[in-house]
């Protein structure tokens, strides 16, 4: 017995039966619903954000704060990459993809490792590059108005970190957080111009490739993070044991249950397939047994939203 909680419709079978579930078809869209607008949000803050340190930077003479207002507007492109992610992810099955489109988002979280990896080596590159040159000439001309941007694009980038993590936690999604955390990195590149700016001003210029580079490390870190948990969800790597340990439990609550013979769960994406083999009276019927096995998978519906097929199997207890 198996079933996809998907709205496309499968006949009943002998041995088993698919349907549709409103429940499921309602956490997906609601999902992509949440991207959507999270994404849209985010394109908005970014543009607006470019914009006006763009003017602080020309106004206050200040290389660095044009330097992260490029980098601002070049988040643009990596939050065209989720909604893009999202809203493939999000596709029914077909007749090319049966077991539908979820792993999708999981390429655009790997595409967006790979950009946040880019902006991280980029800044260390030119903290390292200053450091050994000595070249601070480019921060030595600030103005307040400048220092004044800069800690508004951190406060303003900090708090698009932990809108949009709160989204990706929710639903689930990787490639959500990894543009949550190129907000932290447009933070941290904005950490680093704010000190420039302040060490310029103190007689101090060599803080901001310094700072460059510890923010450098922080980012790929965070791409490394991103990057290692996408694979993982690709390779079909199983769901942790807490997790099974309580579908076990869900399992071998339902009556008639007299058994669990086998267990196996995969990630797929930002959902789980399970497949599962019980064993009940040998003597029932198979109206019976194929009843007890729809519990079963009800129930493993019911308790974790995240599975998208469940495959129920019913063997004859022994003895």
Not at 256 to 262: F, P, Q, R, S
Request: net charge negative; aromatic share 6%; glycine share 8%.
């Amino acid at each position: 017995m198996g079933k996809h909680n998907e709205d496309a419709v499968r006949p009943e079978q002998e041995n088993g039966f698919e349907k549709s579930t409103d429940k499921s078809v309602k956490v997906v869209n609601e999902s992509e619903r949440i991207a959507m607008r999270v994404s849209v949000n985010s394109i908005i803050v970014n543009v607006l954000l470019s914009l006006l340190k763009l003017i602080a930077g020309l106004a206050g003479r200040s290389g660095a704060m044009v330097s992260d207002a490029v980098h601002s507007i070049s988040d643009v492109l990596s939050t065209f990459v989720v909604m893009a992610g999202v809203k493939i992810a999000g596709k029914k099955s077909d007749h090319n993809h049966p077991y539908g489109h979820e792993r999708m988002e999981c390429v655009a979280a790997i595409i967006l490792a790979i950009f946040l990896s880019a902006t991280g080596l980029g800044i260390g590159y030119g903290g390292i590059v200053k450091i050994v040159e000595r070249d601070y000439g480019d921060l030595t001309v600030p103005g307040l108005i400048a220092l004044v941007m800069a800690l508004v694009s951190v406060a303003v980038k900090e708090g698009m970190y932990w809108y949009t993590r709160h989204a990706a936690k929710k639903i689930k999604s990787g490639a959500l957080m990894a543009d949550a955390w190129h907000h932290r990195s447009d933070a941290m590149s904005s950490i680093g111009s704010f000190a420039g700016i302040l060490g310029a001003r103190l007689g101090f210029p060599v803080l901001d490739p310094v700072a460059s580079v510890v923010i450098c490390v922080f980012i790929i870190k965070a791409a490394a993070d991103i990057f290692v948990d996408a694979v993982r969800k690709m390779t079909d790597e199983s769901c942790d044991d807490k997790t099974e340990e309580e579908m076990r439990r869900v399992v071998l609550s339902v009556q008639n249950v007299l058994g669990l013979d086998e267990m196996r769960t995969r990630k797929f994406g930002s959902r789980v397939y399970v497949d599962i083999e019980i064993c009940a009276d040998g003597e029932k019927t198979l109206n019976e047994t194929h009843k007890i096995a729809e519990t079963v998978h009800d129930a493993i519906e019911r308790e974790f939203s995240d599975v998208k097929h469940c495959m129920v199997h019913v063997n004859p207890a022994k003895g």
